[in-house]
C-alpha cells in the first residue's frame, strides 16, 4: 500500500536514501529508489487562498473575469478599442475599408419583414425594458439572500445602459457618415445605436443572471441566447439595409469593452461581498 503520510518520508531499516541539491538540509531525505510519492511533487501544498498553478489545485472557486491572466484582460479591452479605433479613422477619412464595407453591404442588402423584425429587437422599448426587468430580479434575490453590496450590480447595468446614447450620439455628430443607399439621405449612421443598445442590454441582463443560474447547461444557454439576440439584431440592421456593416462591427468593439469592465466590476463586488448560494 502507498505512503499517505503527509510529512516526509521517515528512515526504514534496509531503505536506502540520499540527499538531493536543494534540499533543506539532512533533515529533508528523499527516496533515491525510483519509486514516486503519492502526492504530486513531494506533498508540496497549495496556496491558502488557492492560486492557479500550485499543486495540488484546489477546486471549488469559480472562474471570474479577476482570475484571467493580466494579458488576456488586457486583450478583452485593448485589441476591442483598437479595433473600433481604427474604424473610426476609417469613416471619418474616408479610407479604403469603406469601399469594402460598400461591396459587402450591396451583397447583402435584401429588405425583408424577417430582417426588420430582428432590427427592432434592438430598439429602446423592447431591449431596455428587458433589462429593467433583470435589473429588478438581480436587486431582489441580492437582497433576499442578505449579500453584501447587493445594490451594485444592479445600479452599474443601469448605469452602464445610461452611458449608451452618452457615447454614441456624440460618435454619430462627430462622424457624420451617411446612410445606405435603402435609407433616405441623412448622416449620423455611426456607429450602430440599435447594436450597442441591443449588446448592452441584453450582455448586462446576462452578466447578472449569471450568478444565480444553478447549472452550467443554464450559464451557457444564458450567454447563447444572449449571442443570439446580438446577432440577430446585427443581421436585421445590416439585412434591412439601415445600417452598413462597419457601423454593426464598430458597435460590437464598443460594447465588448464596456461589458468586460461591467463583468470585471461584477466580479470585484461577488468576491468582496458575499457570494450569494445558488437556489434551485
Excluded at 473600433?84 to 425583408?112: E, M
Aim: with cysteine; charged share 10%; net charge positive.
Amino acid at each position: 500500500m502507498g505512503d499517505f503520510r503527509t510529512g516526509p518520508p521517515q528512515l526504514r531499516p534496509g531503505r536506502a536514501l540520499a540527499h538531493t541539491t536543494g534540499a533543506s538540509g539532512p533533515g529533508s531525505p528523499h527516496r533515491s529508489d525510483s519509486r514516486p510519492p503519492q502526492t504530486p511533487r513531494g506533498a508540496r501544498h497549495s496556496d491558502p487562498d488557492g492560486r492557479p498553478g500550485t499543486t495540488p489545485p484546489v477546486p471549488g472557486r469559480p472562474t471570474s473575469f479577476l482570475r484571467f491572466p493580466l494579458m488576456g484582460l488586457l486583450g478583452l479591452l485593448g485589441l476591442p478599442a483598437l479595433l473600433f479605433a481604427l474604424i473610426t479613422w476609417q469613416v471619418v477619412a474616408h479610407g479604403p475599408l469603406l469601399r469594402l464595407d460598400s461591396r459587402l453591404s450591396s451583397a447583402l442588402v435584401h429588405p425583408d419583414r424577417f430582417s426588420e423584425l430582428l432590427a427592432d429587437l434592438g430598439n429602446v422599448q423592447i431591449a431596455v425594458p428587458v433589462l429593467v426587468l433583470v435589473i429588478g430580479y438581480a436587486a431582489w434575490r441580492g437582497r433576499a439572500a442578505g449579500t453584501d453590496r447587493w445594490w451594485l450590480p444592479p445600479t452599474a447595468a443601469a448605469v452602464l445602459m445610461a452611458l449608451v446614447p452618452a457615447i454614441i450620439v456624440p460618435l454619430k455628430d462627430w462622424t457624420a457618415r451617411p446612410g445606405t443607399p435603402v435609407v433616405p439621405p441623412a448622416v449620423g449612421y455611426f456607429p450602430s445605436g440599435h447594436t450597442a443598445t441591443a449588446a448592452i442590454a441584453y450582455g448586462s441582463a446576462t452578466l447578472l443572471l449569471l450568478p444565480w443560474l444553478v447549472s452550467a447547461a443554464a450559464r451557457r444557454a444564458a450567454a447563447a441566447g444572449c449571442a443570439a439576440l446580438v446577432l440577430g439584431v446585427s443581421y436585421g440592421l445590416v439585412r434591412r439595409g439601415w445600417h452598413w456593416p462597419l457601423d454593426v462591427v464598430a458597435s460590437w468593439c464598443l460594447a465588448t469593452v464596456l461589458l468586460t469592465a461591467l463583468g470585471v466590476l461584477l466580479t470585484w463586488s461577488t468576491r468582496r461581498g458575499s457570494p450569494p448560494p445558488p437556489t434551485a
